[in-house]
């Protein structure tokens, strides 16, 4: 039985309707950035991630995928129908609750706020905590909106700048995840778990004869 | 089970690429999360006391 209230078709495609999509893609991007800002940091400056900022990153990458999740819907069916806009950013605002929850307790241990040198006056743990903050507002207003952006068309099904920027936000997404596997395997080695204050890379450790490492 | 959370949560985002069902797309998601929120617990739990029991 369908109620009159839901269209059957979507509506045609307006601006609101094109909006939710760019923003979708920037929310995907923009989470893939900061999780590749960490990996450059990584890599640049020869700084080890503690276990937490490891939690943070995964939140962050599954936020993105929440994100990203209306983004393939839109990819898929060239509409983004009111259950899916709502299950990708429900998806993305328990990420960053976890995600803000992982931050809040590194900002707060004894020391760790000291991980990793300061930016603009605040250390990483906070400016995650703020950035992840400021995610789940602005995913809070976008879904008080969705009655006027959901169920609208969007010309992202064929080809076009719509479809290349959403496969674009996509593979940023997994070639960020993809290095982050193997950034984070060197680290831990066969190893179950982190060192709670990391100093090498463990597969490393376990792998070369000494004289290698 | 960094490793294997980072390689779930590829999965995850191949599966959601490759245009595979709903379903397998969310329950792969929610169970990389299952896994960081564990992960999450082992971790949260085993730094300095907050006075808070974590």
Same mark, same amino acid.
């Given at each position: 039985? =369908?109620?009159?209230?839901?269209?059957?078709?979507?509506?045609?495609?307006?601006?609101?309707g *094109?909006?939710?999509?760019?923003?979708?893609c920037?929310?995907?991007?923009?989470?893939?950035?900061?999780? $590749?800002?960490?990996?450059?940091?990584?890599?640049?400056?020869?700084?080890?991630?503690?276990?937490?900022?490891?939690?943070? &990153?995964?939140?962050m990458?599954l +936020?993105?995928?929440?994100?990203?999740?209306?983004v #393939?819907?839109?990819?898929?069916? %060239?509409?983004?129908?009111? #259950?899916?806009?709502?299950?990708?950013?429900?998806?993305?605002?328990?990420?960053?609750?976890? %995600?803000?929850?992982?931050?809040?307790?590194?900002?707060?241990?004894?020391?760790? *706020? +000291?991980?990793?040198?300061?930016?603009?006056?605040? =250390?990483?743990?906070?400016?995650? +905590?703020?950035?992840?903050?400021?995610?789940?507002? $602005?995913?809070?207003?976008?879904?008080?909106?969705? =009655?006027?952006? !959901?169920?609208?068309?969007?010309? +992202?099904?064929?080809?076009?700048?719509? #479809?290349?920027? %959403?496969?674009?936000?996509l593979?940023?997404?997994?070639?960020?995840t993809?290095?982050?596997? !193997?950034?984070?395997?060197?680290?831990?080695?066969?190893h179950?778990?982190?060192?709670?204050?990391? &100093? *090498?890379?463990?597969?490393?450790?376990?792998?070369?004869?000494?004289?290698? *490492? | 089970?960094?490793?294997l959370?980072?390689?779930?949560?590829?999965?995850?985002?191949?599966?959601?690429?490759?245009?595979?069902?709903?379903?397998?797309?969310?329950?792969?998601?929610?169970?990389?999360?299952?896994?960081?929120?564990?992960?999450?617990?082992?971790?949260?739990?085993?730094?300095?006391?907050?006075?808070?029991?974590?």
């Amino acid at each position: 039985m =369908h109620s009159s209230m839901v269209p059957e078709t979507p509506i045609e495609g307006g601006l609101l309707g *094109r909006v939710q999509f760019w923003f979708a893609c920037l929310f995907t991007a923009g989470w893939a950035l900061v999780a $590749a800002g960490g990996l450059v940091h990584q890599f640049a400056a020869g700084a080890l991630p503690c276990p937490l900022c490891v939690v943070q &990153r995964m939140c962050m990458l599954l +936020a993105a995928a929440g994100a990203a999740y209306i983004v #393939r819907t839109a990819l898929m069916d %060239g509409a983004v129908s009111g #259950r899916d806009y709502m299950t990708g950013w429900g998806l993305a605002l328990t990420a960053l609750a976890a %995600g803000s929850f992982a931050s809040w307790r590194q900002a707060v241990l004894p020391g760790g *706020r +000291a991980d990793g040198a300061a930016v603009l006056g605040l =250390h990483p743990p906070v400016w995650a +905590a703020l950035l992840f903050q400021a995610s789940a507002a $602005a995913v809070g207003i976008v879904l008080a909106l969705a =009655h006027a952006t !959901a169920d609208r068309a969007v010309p +992202a099904a064929g080809p076009g700048r719509y #479809r290349t920027a %959403g496969a674009a936000a996509l593979w940023l997404l997994v070639l960020v995840t993809a290095v982050s596997l !193997a950034a984070v395997f060197l680290q831990e080695g066969f190893h179950w778990f982190l060192p709670d204050t990391p &100093r *090498r890379y463990e597969f490393f450790h376990d792998v070369l004869p000494g004289r290698l *490492r | 089970m960094d490793t294997l959370i980072f390689g779930g949560l590829l999965a995850t985002l191949f599966a959601l690429c490759r245009e595979s069902s709903r379903t397998a797309v969310l329950g792969a998601w929610w169970a990389v999360l299952a896994a960081v929120v564990l992960l999450t617990a082992h971790h949260a739990a085993g730094g300095p006391s907050l006075g808070a029991g974590l």
